[in-house]
């Protein structure tokens, strides 16, 4: 078998059919796109879990002069509860499991509330008698939260025990399923790039099928007659497959790093490193794609 052939038959299917190829191109770039995006968008989740909860504390919120009766039937917590309280950090039942604590008063809750909702409306109408005395504690495992929170539920004086991974959760779980569905939409178009990878080589071999005719009086075999066929979708899908991991390294690259990285600072982002393992998935992905797609494509056609 002479492989220039090979690659000048191909070469002449590419030429032949340039609406369809560009049709391929662009249906694996959008489809591709997707899947790196959808990529990154779990490995994103992966670093923020990574990041956010090894700094995630649990609250101890302290009975204020608004808490509910039932909760805290004996109004605000009184110097004595603070003091039981932080003896009960310091315990050493507690102590192997904590890595710091400290203590946030009035003056301190209400400047913090302040800075975090300003310019809103709200922050005018909220005293610093109104905002929960709180201990913040950080444990060396994020995971053993449940201790904080059964020693300290139902102390006298504790108002609510609140560990901060359930804040952190909903968002992860909005990021998944935006994630699932980048993915979802992204399956639908690899399917469809496929179906129309396999049309365009039945169609390509339907328009030269005087050649493969010829070729088989001259017992060409199977194999030989398909590589063409099968070069052509490999080719069109290796390119689509190059511009989706270029327009993944960009997103990465303007996007990420440079709109959101400065506006985020305290958030671990995806970076170019990631975006260069995608790559290389992507195109392996356009390439076995267009191999199962062509290949099963010309196989069922010279069946016919």
């Known amino acids: 078998m002479r492989f220039g052939t090979v690659i000048r038959e191909a070469v002449s299917g590419l030429r032949r059919n340039v609406a369809m190829v560009v049709s391929i191109i662009l249906v694996t770039f959008l489809s591709l796109t997707f899947v790196g995006t959808a990529s990154l968008l779990q490995m994103q989740v992966g670093e923020m879990k990574n990041y956010w909860y090894d700094r995630a504390q649990v609250a101890v919120y302290l009975c204020s002069g608004i808490s509910p009766a039932d909760a ?3 109004g605000e917590a009184s110097a004595d509860i603070k003091a039981a309280v932080e003896a009960k950090l310091n315990e050493g ?3 192997p499991y904590i890595d710091k604590f400290f203590f946030e008063d009035h003056d301190q809750a209400y400047k913090h509330f302040q800075e975090q909702f300003k ?3 709200v922050a005018k109408y909220v005293t610093k008698d109104q905002l929960n005395e709180t201990f913040w504690v950080k444990l060396k495992d994020p995971q053993k939260s449940q201790i904080i929170t ?3 539920t139902g102390f006298a004086g504790v108002e609510e025990v609140r560990d901060q991974r359930s804040y952190l959760d909903q968002i992860f779980n909005i990021l998944n399923a935006a994630s699932l569905a980048a993915i979802g939409v992204a399956v639908l178009m690899l399917f469809s790039s496929a179906l129309l990878i396999s049309t365009t080589i039945r169609l390509s071999a339907f328009s030269r099928r005087r050649e493969i005719g010829i070729m088989r009086l001259v017992g060409a075999s199977n194999f030989y007659i398909q590589l063409p066929f ?3 979708g490999i080719v069109a899908a290796t390119v689509g497959s190059l511009l989706a991991g270029g327009a993944v390294l960009a997103i990465v690259h303007f996007f990420v790093q440079g709109v959101l990285a ?7 982002l995806v970076g170019l490193a990631e975006g260069f393992t995608v790559f290389p998935i992507l195109v392996g992905v356009g390439v076995l794609l267009a191999a199962v797609a062509s290949g099963t494509a010309i196989r069922r056609y010279l069946r016919i």
């Open 72 to 74: 805290c039937p004996q």
């Open 93 to 95: 039942t507690l102590k």
């Open 119 to 121: 310019g809103n409306s």
């Open 150 to 152: 059964e020693t300290f």
């Open 230 to 232: 099968v070069l052509e």
């Open 262 to 268: 400065p506006k985020l600072p305290f958030t671990n």
